[in-house]
């Protein structure tokens, strides 16, 4: 337990103080003879002394009253429970892909985890499923590209909706063709609204360059001069033709640019292989941010000191009762005396 206002604990002598500095009121009043005064003082529990009548403290209301001040400054003072640690990885860097959706991602010349022939799409999406679920620290988006370039899920730290949202990717949904330079241009512009230093983009590809507003070199040098990692992944057919032909040579050249790697995956194997060479050089510093929830108990302290209160109240006026029926006894047994002696 702490408190917020510790300082505020200062106040318990204060009673004291008062007590010693300012001493207790004295009046003169007119006093008259009783008969059975010893009677009276008896009942009544006081002592008295020569010249002055003073009513004591009973121990009774003295340890009250003391209860009653110290759990009201206590409540003061702002008691607060530290609840166990809560730790957040605070991310550190932004990490965007950009999956190639063009109509050659249909090609079945992959096998996934079973063995089963899948297309090229379907064995990315089980790679990249994986290589999701330890990006604990990072924030993560998806470009996905054909005829156009598109943002499919922002940066965000939600894998789980990153996941489900890779799975409902389909081949030609962004357009057939490969528009690998829009993409990177794409993903720029994204980046420019991040605030973390690392920026670091996978982009997998099975095709050639055809319909790209801004080339690949040109969107490249961009990326390198805004501080932009690009990691290329070619999954396509060196030997094929036309807009299918997988341009090494241009891959290479935008992770050299940026300062990335090229990755060449001719089956699931080698991408899966890749992914984790990825995540080997892509090594993060993780901040965590901790943090002990307060929880306040100034609300137990007033409840205590009002229940206090209640009680000493309540015993006052029980033994107020007590008292006065003692006296009241008192005065007829006296009665009882002085009929007696003048019989």
């Avoid at 500095?21 to 005064?37: C, G, K, N, T």
């Avoid at 060479?277 to 100034?298: I, T």
Wanted: aromatic share 8%; hydrophobic share 45%; with cysteine.
């Amino acid at each position: 337990m702490i408190f917020a206002y510790p300082w505020l604990l200062a106040l318990l002598p204060l009673p004291l103080l008062v007590r010693y500095f300012s001493p207790s009121h004295q009046e003169q009043r007119a006093s008259i003879r009783v008969p059975m005064f010893d009677v009276l003082v008896e009942a009544s529990g006081q002592t008295p002394a020569s010249g002055a009548v003073i009513r004591r403290r009973s121990w009774m209301q003295a340890i009250s009253y003391m209860v009653i001040w110290t759990l009201l400054v206590v409540a003061v003072a702002r008691p607060q429970f530290l609840e166990p640690p809560i730790t957040k990885q605070v991310p550190t860097r932004d990490l965007m892909l950009a999956i190639d959706l063009s109509g050659s991602m249909e090609t079945q010349d992959f096998k996934n985890a079973a063995g089963e022939k899948v297309n090229r799409l379907a064995a990315v999406k089980e790679v990249l499923d994986e290589f999701l679920t330890r990006r604990d620290g990072d924030r993560v988006g998806m470009i996905v590209f054909g005829t156009g370039a598109f943002v499919q899920i922002p940066f965000t730290q939600d894998l789980d909706v990153c996941r489900q949202l890779l799975q409902e990717t389909r081949v030609r949904m962004a357009g057939p063709q490969t528009s690998f330079g829009d993409a990177i241009g794409l993903a720029i512009t994204v980046f420019e609204r991040s605030e973390l230093q690392d920026k670091v983009l996978i982009a997998l590809t099975d095709g050639n360059d055809t319909g790209s507003r801004v080339p690949p070199s040109e969107a490249a040098k961009i990326a390198a001069d805004q501080g932009i990692v690009i990691h290329t992944i070619g999954v396509g057919d060196p030997q094929a033709a036309g807009e299918e032909l997988l341009d090494e040579e241009a891959l290479q050249d935008v992770a050299k640019e940026t300062g990335g790697e090229y990755f060449f995956a001719a089956d699931r194997n080698q991408l899966d292989s890749i992914y984790k060479r990825l995540d080997e050089m892509s090594q993060r510093k993780v901040d965590n941010l901790s943090y002990r929830p307060k929880r306040d108990l100034f609300q137990w302290f007033v409840a205590i000191a009002m229940l206090t209160a209640m009680g000493y109240f309540a015993c006052s006026l029980v033994l107020m009762g007590f008292r006065s029926r003692l006296v009241s006894n008192a005065n007829r047994r006296s009665e009882s005396v002085v009929e007696g002696d003048a019989g």
